[in-house]
């Protein structure tokens, strides 16, 4: 989407290996999120961030970890993949300016697709 | 805790035909409701909100009343075309950075 780059946008790895998705932003907002999609649960949070070095849990955090050095660049790692961490993973940018902000509009990117065997 | 229940799909219609997906949600407080649309291969993006009891949300002939009697959201749409085919999502956002998305419904329109 526009404004956002994600990568890799496909990629496969093996049980036990580290990967890391890249999530790059050119608009300087101060909201960044990693969901995961999966049929059946439509997207769920991982972690999000509310500017550098400020970051927190979702509702599926377990076996992921998030970094944001710098207000463009929101990396999230699975230090050991799993088969269970197949998924589709969109990272999101909002463009509010108020933490609890009552109508705040998340912007997509098109998603990394892993696979792990 | 916060939870958005759409209606199951796949749900396949004819070219013009009138389309309601369902979509009831369950909070505490008054949050702001949505739909996003993801056509194939993209990410999601927003179709329509509403952020108060009775607003409806717009865009695209698509329409959506927030009914804080019913918590209800549903979309609906009097003519679908071909290039409507995508998957829906209704969601709500909970405060505290949390948008909840329902399951998602995958609409496919047969010219």
């Known amino acids: 989407d526009a404004g956002i780059t994600q990568s890799p946008r496909h990629k496969v790895t093996e049980t036990g290996t580290p990967v890391t998705l890249r999530c790059h932003q050119t608009e300087n907002h101060r909201y960044m999120y990693w969901y995961r999609q999966d049929p059946g649960h439509g997207l769920r949070l991982i972690h999000y961030s509310y500017g550098v070095k400020d970051t927190d849990k979702g509702e599926v955090s377990d076996g992921y970890s998030v970094s944001r050095s710098k207000t463009e660049d929101f990396l999230l790692t699975l230090e050991s993949a799993t088969s269970s961490q197949t998924s589709v993973y969109f990272c999101?940018?909002?463009?509010?300016?108020?933490?609890?902000?009552?109508?705040?509009?998340?912007?997509f990117g098109a998603g990394s697709r892993l696979t792990v065997l | 805790g916060d939870s958005v229940t759409q209606m199951e799909g796949p749900v396949t219609l004819s070219e013009e035909a009138f389309l309601t997906i369902n979509c009831t949600y369950t909070a505490t407080g008054y949050p702001s409701l949505f739909w996003y649309v993801q056509y194939p291969g993209e990410g999601l993006q927003l179709l329509l909100k509403?952020?108060?009891?009775?607003d409806k949300g717009s865009n695209k002939g698509f329409e959506a009343t927030y009914r804080k009697e019913t918590t209800s959201f549903h979309l609906e749409k009097g003519s679908v075309q071909v290039s409507d085919s995508a998957v829906y999502f209704c969601a709500l956002w909970a405060g505290a950075q949390k948008l909840v998305f329902g399951q998602g419904t995958r609409l496919t329109i047969n010219p």
């Open positions: 999101a940018i909002s463009k509010s300016t108020g933490a609890n902000s009552g109508a705040n509009v998340l912007t």
């Open positions: 509403a952020t108060k009891a009775d």
